[in-house]
């Protein structure tokens, strides 16, 4: 991948699946920057469709091609037939309901399908890389419903988002309003594609809804995770809590590169605190916050890796492998390569990870209500016996967590058997991303819960807490007034789960 520069306008060269980064790959989808095919990508793809073409003029066998999908792979198809395919694969696999996913979601599986096809493995031709790149470049977003997605592969949403090229389906319009996409088409003077032979097949065949999706998850929850960082420091300011349990020397004594990372990250936030601490260990759950934290971070890096590996990726079934030199031209590789089991599998670790992160705020909290650790007025009352204090806060928080709790199964284990026995394994990654999706939601609003304790605690203890912890309490303080006794905490959670929204906090940087 370079920079070409055109004229006046630079834009993004794409050659290989390999130059698909997560920096490029939010530059193009984000921040809507140019693309343009290099020549020798386009080289490459013409190569093995023509290849192709003559593999298939030897008599061979092609599923998806000329014969029927899935339970009717077994029926040959006439010239006819064949010829209709392409297009008509596009029309009855169009079967999810539901809210659309974001543009960026949508836009992201367009890139991803792309860059695959620059491959040259999938053998649709350079004629429609070139379609997809141009209607990257003009902004057009499909409407892909996100319900009803689960089965083998992703043949609905893709089916959803390829549709369009031909004319049906719909778009995203400016404001999130569905506009049918022949109707896209025709205010924009462009004509639709007609896909040639393989090319409906290869358009819904593969993964890149799915790794769209988790990109947006994953760059939430790394959000998320700063957070309930910085969060922690706050508590650990509030209950006074001895900082060796953050030290180097503790992430000396272990292995895993995100515990290193979270106490490094938790010692700049409490840098120059001059808060009197206790001699003796405080409770576990302060003790054990790098190593937690530590593992959600681990958890999400490998998700990222996972993330970017799928959309390198050929799942196209079957694939084809070009050879000159081969008496038919090449061969076709049917597999189980659109089975996409290390995105989820990784999908499913980091919502067990951040779930942990949740369940370990609750405790903290729970701490810093209790005078025999924190040392303050029980439940931080302003008035004991008058005031109830924040233990309200508290109740609140279990019932975040009995919800959190409740998705432990992992929903990859929930798959069935479709097509008459032809389909009968799945990954179910879209229901596994939606709870992902739910576990972070939980996991920020418990967080915000414990900022909320946490703040009052440090009010209460008075002295001058660490630099970052100072910073935040300043930024909350301007919009929430320091607790004076019981009043309604509502609508001054909500508040404080907008001022989180903003991005108005001193975020701990977890690289």
């Not at 390999?18 to 490029?24: I, R, S, Y």
């Not at 319009?173 to 003077?189: D, F, S, T």
């Not at 971070?297 to 959309?311: H, K, Q, S």
């Not at 972070?440 to 009052?456: G, I, K, S």
Request: hydrophobic share 45%.
């Amino acid at each position: 991948m370079d920079i070409a520069t055109l004229g006046q306008t630079a834009m993004i060269r794409l050659e290989t699946p390999e130059q698909l980064t997560a920096d490029v790959y939010r530059r193009v989808v984000h921040q809507h920057e140019k693309i343009e095919l290099d020549p020798q990508a386009v080289d490459r793809v013409e190569r093995s469709r023509a290849l192709f073409l003559k593999h298939l003029a030897t008599g061979a066998v092609c599923y998806g091609v000329n014969t029927g999908l899935g339970a009717q792979a077994g029926v040959d198809l006439s010239a006819e037939e064949q010829a209709l395919l392409p297009r008509h694969i596009l029309l009855g696999r169009a079967a999810g309901t539901g809210a659309p996913f974001p543009a960026a979601v949508a836009r992201g599986a367009m890139l991803i399908k792309l860059v695959q096809f620059l491959a040259g493995h999938s053998a649709v031709s350079s004629a429609l890389c070139r379609f997809i790149a141009d209607r990257l470049n003009d902004g057009l977003a499909p409407y892909i419903p996100s319900e009803g997605l689960g089965m083998a592969g992703e043949i609905i949403p893709l089916c959803h988002l390829a549709q369009i090229f031909v004319g049906e389906g719909s778009v995203l319009g400016e404001n999130g309003e569905r506009v049918p996409a022949a109707e896209w088409l025709r205010e924009r003077r462009l004509d639709p594609y007609e896909p040639k032979s393989k090319e409906g097949l290869s358009l819904i065949n593969g993964v890149a809804v799915a790794p769209a999706l988790a990109f947006e998850c994953a760059a939430r929850l790394r959000k998320t995770l700063s957070l309930a960082t910085l969060v922690a420091a706050v508590s650990i300011e509030g209950l006074a809590s001895p900082l060796e349990a953050f030290s180097a020397d503790v992430a000396e004594l272990r292995l895993e590169a995100g515990l290193r990372d979270i106490c490094t990250a938790l010692r700049d936030l409490l840098q120059g605190s001059r808060v009197e601490r206790g001699t003796r260990q405080p409770p576990v759950s302060f003790r054990v916050t790098p190593q937690v934290h530590g593992a959600c971070l681990d958890a999400l890096r490998r998700l990222e890796r996972a993330i970017v590996a799928e959309w390198q990726t050929t799942g196209d079934n079957p694939a084809f492998i070009a050879d000159e030199d081969s008496p038919a031209f090449g061969r076709l590789v049917h597999s189980g390569n659109f089975h996409c089991a290390w995105l989820t599998a990784e999908v499913e670790a980091t919502a067990l990870a951040a779930a942990q992160v949740a369940l370990l705020s609750e405790r903290r909290l729970h701490r810093l209500l209790d005078a025999r650790s924190s040392g303050l007025a029980p439940q931080l009352a302003m008035r004991p016996g008058l005031d109830a204090g924040l233990v309200i806060l508290h109740k609140a928080v279990l019932g975040l967590t009995a919800k959190l709790k409740s998705l432990a199964i992992p929903p990859s284990l929930q798959h069935g058997d479709s097509s008459f026995g032809q389909e009968d394994f799945m990954t179910m990654i879209f229901p596994a991303l939606d709870r992902l999706a739910e576990v972070d939601r939980l996991t920020r609003l418990v967080a915000v819960h414990e900022l909320y304790t946490a703040l009052v605690a440090v009010d209460q203890r008075g002295g001058e807490p660490g630099k970052g912890v100072e910073a935040l309490r300043a930024v909350v303080r301007a919009t929430i007034p320091p607790y004076a006794g019981d009043r309604p905490y509502g609508l001054e959670l909500e508040r404080l789960a907008e001022i989180v929204e903003r991005d108005e906090l001193p975020w701990p940087v977890l690289a």
